[in-house]
C-alpha cells in the first residue's frame, strides 16, 4: 500500500511545529519590538517567513518532489555533504532537547519546584521517543490527533471578550520604545519549524496541494498569533502587558467558571501535546540527516542515540536563561539555514538542469 | 506481529518439509486410501460413543458418533429404510436418496466427524449428514442488551448463526467461504462477506490469516481475533466483536467481513475503527437526533471513565488552586480525617469496585444483587464513616464505574478501565501533567494501531469528514450516502445495488 501524507495533515504538521509555549510570552514580545497596536507587527514577520516557505515551495516543484538529501548528493561529493548533515543532525536535535527543556523547566518552576526538571524531561523524551518510533506517517496522523486535542483552547480567548476593549488598544501605531531587531527576531523565531517540510518531500501525496498545504498551515499559524496578540492587548494596556513575563498565563488566571477556576496551569500542561510534536519532529529531522551519514546502522538505535546524547547535553544547561541564550543561538542558525538551504537546493537543480540541457545538446 | 510469525514458519514448512509427514504417521492408514469398513474401524478405535451397527441380511454396515445426531433423523431416514428394504432394493435406495459417495479415507473419516453417519456396503462408502447434536434455543443477549430493535442472538451453533445472518441478508451475495482452524479440534470457521462491497484483497487478506494459523484450537472468536491482529500486545480490541445478527447485518452492507466460529456465539467484524465500539444498535432505531445525543453521551462518558477519578488525584495532591472556594470547602471538609494521600486512597477505591464488578460477574444474578448491596451500600458507606476515604472520592470512583459500563462493548470497555489505572497512577505522582503525559502516551499509540492494515482510528486521524456522519453522530439517513471510507469498497455509495 502506498501511503503518503495528505495535504491536511501537512498543514497541521506546519501549524503544530509552528506554535508552540512562546505563544504564552508573544503578546509582550511583540509589544516590546513594535510598541503599540505590536500586533500589526505580526504581518510583516509572517511575510518574510511566508518569503522563506515559498523557496521551500519551489525547491519542492523544480525538483518534483525528490528528496533533499538526493538533490544535495547528485551535486556534492559525500564528504561535501557531511558537514552539512552533521549541521542539520546538531542544530535540529539540540534545537529539540531545548525546546523540550525549556517548557519543562516552564512546568517545574510553575507546579513542581522541589523536583528536579531533569526527571521530567527524561518522561518528555521517552514519550518523544515514542512517537519518533512510530514512523513518519504515522507521526502524521498522531499530529493530526493533537491537533484536536489541542484547538479548543483557543476558543477560552472568547471567555475573555466580555473584559476585552478597544480603548487599551489606543489609536497609536507601533509607538513606545521599540526593538524591531532583537525583540522582532524573538518574535520571529514562533514562526519558525516551517523548515522542517523540507524534509517531508518524499513522503507527501503528489497531488499539487503540497504548496497550499504548508502555507495554509503557516497562515492559521499567523491567525492564532494575530488573535492572541490582540485579544491580550485589548485586555492589558500596552506598559502592564511590557511587564508581565507570560501574558498569557496570566489571562487565564483570570478565567472563571463554577466548577473550575485558574485553569492556567492545566492549559499549560495541554501545551504538552503541542511542544512534543515540535519537539518529535526537529528529532525527526535530525534522524533523517543522521540516516544519511549511517545508512547501515538500524533506525532504532539512531533513534536512542541522538535522543539519548542530546538529553546528556541538555544537563549542561540547567536554568532557564541559560538555556533562553542557547535557543537564541540556535534559532538564529536556524533562520540562517531555512534561508539559505533552500536557496542552495534551488541553485543546484539549476546547475544539475543546466548540465542536462548541455548533455543532451552534445548527444 | 503474531500472523506474521505464522506466516513464515508456514512458508518454511511447505519449502522443506511435505513428505516427512507420512512416515511419522506409521500406525494409522494413509489417508488417500480407498475407504474401508477396516480402515475406519481402526481410526475409531477406542471411541466409546462410536455406534457400529451390522446388518447381516444385507450386508450392510452403519457408523456414526451417537453423541453429534439426530436420532429421529438417523431412525426415520437412514435405519428404518434399512432394515426394510431387501438385498437388491438397496443399490436404488442409494441412487434415490442421493446417498454420496466416499472417494477417500479422509473424506469418510471427516464426515463421521462431522455428523454423517458412514454406510458401508458392496466395498463402498457412503455418507450421509444427519448432524443434529442438542443445541441452545435462541435467548436473548446477556452481554449486548438492546431496547428498541431485535433482540435474538447468536449461540453456540454455527449453523443457527449462519441462519440468523441468512434471514437477515436475502441475497445471492453473501458469500461465505468456510475454513478449518485448530490442528486438533478442526473447528470451522465462516468469514461471510457481501461480494461486490467489501474489498476482495481485504477478503482475500483475512483468508490467508486465518489459514495460517497453527494452533491445537482456537476456543472462541474473541481468541480467533487475538491470533489474527497486527498488534497482539496493544490494549485494545482491533475487531469488533458482537452477538447480535442484527450488528452483523449492519456491518456487511458496510462492506465490513464477518466472522463465525462454531461453538461461539461471538461474531467478530473487520476492519474496525475505534469509534465503532460506542455505537449500538439502539442508535439507528431512535430519530437521528436522539440517537446522536445518547452517542455523545458515550463519548463523554468514556471521557469521564478515563479521567474522573485521575483528576481528583491530580487536584487534591497538586492544583487546589483549581477549585472554587466554595467546593474547595467542601472537599477539604470531606478529606479531614482521611489519613492516606490521594492515591493510595484511590487505588483502594478502584480496586474494590473492580472487586465487586468481577464478583458480580461470575456469580449468579441472585447472589449477583447482593454483593451489589453489600458492596454499593456496607463498604461505601461504611468506608467513608470509617474515614478511610472521602465522600467526594466514592462519587469520582462510582461515577466512572457507572461510565464505564455506558459503553456498549464488553472487551472495550475493559480495555478503557485498565487505562484509568494508568492515569491514575500517573496523576498521583505528577498531577496534570501525568494525565496529559499518559493520554499522550495512548493516543500514540491508539493511533498507530491498524486493523486489517487500515487505520483504527479513522475518520478523525486520517480526517475524512464525510465519515463523521456515522462517528460521534448519528447523522439522519438522508446524509448516509457512503459507505465507510476504511472498507476501502469501490462501491462506494449507499442504496445502489439493486438486483
Given amino acids: ?34 510598541g503599540t497596536n505590536g500586533w500589526l507587527g505580526l504581518f510583516p514577520l509572517s511575510a518574510v517567513a511566508l518569503a522563506n516557505i515559498v523557496f521551500i515551495i519551489l525547491v519542492y516543484k523544480k525538483g518534483n518532489g525528490q528528496s533533499v538529501f538526493t538533490i544535495l548528493e547528485q551535486s556534492f561529493p559525500k564528504w561535501l555533504c557531511y558537514p552539512i548533515y552533521l549541521f542539520m543532525i546538531v542544530s535540529f536535535s539540540l534545537l529539540a532537547v531545548l525546546v523540550a527543556k525549556n517548557y519543562i523547566i516552564l512546568i517545574q518552576n510553575a507546579m513542581f519546584p522541589e523536583v528536579s526538571a531533569n526527571s521530567f524531561l527524561i518522561l518528555f523524551l521517552i514519550t518523544a521517543l515514542f512517537f519518533l518510533s512510530k514512523g513518519i506517517y504515522n507521526m502524521g496522523k498522531i499530529t493530526l490527533l493533537f491537533f484536536f486535542m489541542t484547538i479548543w483552547t483557543i476558543f477560552l480567548l472568547f471567555l475573555l471578550f466580555p473584559e476585552f476593549s478597544f480603548t487599551r488598544l489606543t489609536p497609536f501605531i507601533f509607538k513606545g520604545q521599540i526593538d524591531p531587531f532583537e525583540k522582532g527576531f524573538e518574535a520571529y523565531t514562533a514562526f519558525l519549524g516551517f523548515e522542517l517540510v523540507l524534509f517531508l518531500f518524499p513522503y507527501v501525496q503528489n497531488d499539487g496541494k503540497f504548496g497550499k498545504a504548508v502555507i495554509a498551515g503557516h497562515l492559521f499559524t499567523t491567525f492564532i498569533y494575530v488573535s492572541v496578540c490582540f485579544v491580550a492587548m485589548g485586555f492589558y494596556s500596552f506598559e502592564q502587558v511590557k511587564g508581565i513575563l507570560y501574558p498569557m498565563q496570566n489571562l487565564l488566571k483570570f478565567m472563571e467558571t463554577p466548577l473550575i477556576e485558574r485553569i492556567e496551569n492545566i492549559v499549560f500542561v495541554i501545551f504538552f501535546i503541542k511542544i512534543i510534536v515540535t519537539v518529535t519532529f526537529y528529532y525527526w529531522g535530525a534522524l533523517q540527516a543522521t540516516k544519511r551519514i549511517f545508512i547501515k546502522t538500524k533506525e532504532k538505535w539512531l533513534m536512542l542515540i541522538i535522543v539519548g546524547s542530546t538529553f546528556f547535553s541538555s544537563l549542561f544547561f540547567e536554568i532557564k536563561r541559560e538555556v533562553d541564550e542557547l535557543l537564541n543561538v540556535i534559532a538564529i542558525l ?30 | 506481529m503474531y500472523y506474521k510469525k505464522w506466516e513464515k514458519v508456514s512458508q518454511s514448512d511447505n519449502e522443506n518439509n511435505d513428505h516427512t509427514n507420512d512416515e511419522a504417521q506409521t ?133 443457527t448463526n449462519l441462519s440468523l445472518i441468512r434471514r437477515r441478508v436475502k441475497s445471492d451475495k453473501l458469500k461465505a467461504i468456510k475454513l ?178 468481577e464478583a458480580g460477574a461470575r456469580l449468579p444474578t441472585k447472589i449477583g444483587q447482593t454483593i451489589g448491596i453489600v458492596g454499593g451500600i456496607v463498604i461505601g458507606q461504611a468506608a467513608v464513616e470509617a474515614g478511610l476515604t472521602s465522600n467526594v472520592l466514592i462519587i469520582a470512583v462510582a461515577s466512572s464505574a457507572i461510565a464505564s459500563f455506558v459503553l456498549p462493548n464488553y472487551n472495550m470497555s475493559n480495555s478503557i478501565r485498565i487505562v484509568r489505572f494508568l492515569l491514575i497512577i500517573l496523576a498521583g505522582y505528577l498531577g496534570v501533567f501525568g494525565i496529559i503525559l499518559g493520554i499522550g502516551l495512548v493516543s500514540i499509540h491508539i493511533v498507530s494501531l491498524t486493523s486489517l492494515k487500515t487505520p483504527y482510528l479513522i475518520p478523525v486521524t486520517p480526517f475524512y469528514w464525510r465519515d463523521w456522519v456515522d462517528t460521534f453522530i448519528r447523522g439522519p439517513y438522508w446524509a448516509m450516502k457512503r459507505r465507510p471510507t476504511q472498507t476501502k469498497t469501490s462501491n462506494t455509495e449507499l442504496n445502489k445495488m439493486k438486483q
Wanted: proline share 5%.
Fill in chain 1, 1 to 34: 500500500m502506498n501511503e503518503k501524507l495528505h495535504y491536511t495533515q501537512i498543514a497541521v504538521i506546519v501549524y503544530m511545529i509552528q506554535s508552540g509555549v512562546i505563544l504564552f510570552a508573544l503578546p509582550r514580545i511583540v509589544a516590546e519590538a513594535f
Fill in chain 2, 27 to 159: 500406525d494409522t492408514p494413509p489417508e488417500n486410501e480407498e475407504p474401508s469398513l477396516e480402515a475406519v474401524t481402526k481410526i475409531f478405535d477406542q471411541c466409546a460413543d462410536l455406534d457400529h451397527k451390522t446388518y447381516s441380511e444385507t450386508e450392510i454396515d452403519v457408523i456414526y458418533f451417537s453423541s453429534l445426531i439426530d436420532d429421529q433423523k438417523l431412525e426415520n431416514e437412514i435405519l428404518k429404510p434399512i432394515s426394510e428394504l431387501q438385498h437388491s432394493e438397496i443399490e436404488n435406495w442409494i441412487n434415490r436418496k442421493d446417498i454420496s459417495e466416499a472417494t477417500t479415507l479422509k473424506e469418510i473419516k471427516d464426515e463421521v466427524l462431522s455428523g454423517s453417519v458412514a454406510i458401508f456396503y458392496n466395498d463402498k462408502a457412503y455418507y450421509y449428514n444427519v448432524y443434529g447434536p442438542e443445541i441452545r434455543g435462541i435467548d436473548k443477549s446477556e452481554t449486548e442488551t438492546v431496547i428498541v430493535g431485535a433482540h435474538d442472538a447468536f449461540v453456540e451453533d454455527i449453523t
Fill in chain 2, 180 to 357: 478449518k482452524v485448530g490442528e486438533i479440534t478442526k473447528t470451522d470457521v465462516y468469514l461471510l462477506y457481501i461480494d461486490g462491497v467489501a474489498d476482495s484483497e481485504m477478503v482475500k487478506e483475512l483468508k490467508k490469516r486465518i489459514e495460517i494459523i497453527e494452533v491445537d484450537s482456537v476456543y472462541d472468536t474473541n481468541m480467533l481475533a487475538q491470533l489474527i491482529d497486527e498488534a497482539p500486545d496493544s490494549l485494545f480490541p482491533q475487531y469488533y466483536n458482537t452477538e447480535l445478527p442484527d450488528v452483523v447485518r449492519s456491518k456487511l452492507v458496510s462492506g465490513k467481513m464477518v466472522m463465525l466460529l462454531d461453538t461461539s456465539p461471538i461474531a467478530i467484524s473487520a476492519p474496525a475503527s475505534f469509534f465503532e465500539f460506542i455505537q449500538s444498535p439502539d442508535d439507528y432505531n431512535q430519530r437521528w437526533l436522539i440517537g446522536t445525543s445518547i452517542r455523545l453521551l458515550r463519548a463523554i462518558a468514556i471521557f469521564i471513565t478515563l479521567t474522573f477519578t485521575a483528576v481528583y488525584v491530580a487536584v487534591i495532591t497538586f492544583h487546589y488552586e483549581v477549585l472554587p472556594e466554595d467546593l474547595l470547602i467542601t472537599l477539604a471538609e470531606s478529606r479531614a480525617r482521611v489519613p492516606f494521600p490521594p492515591l493510595i486512597e484511590a487505588l483502594l477505591m478502584e480496586i474494590t469496585i473492580e472487586l465487586l464488578r
Fill in chain 1, 334 to 363: 536556524q533562520t540562517i539555514f531555512s534561508f539559505s538551504f533552500p536557496l542552495l537546493l534551488l541553485l543546484l537543480l539549476w546547475l544539475q538542469k543546466a548540465k542536462a540541457k548541455r548533455g543532451n545538446k552534445i548527444a
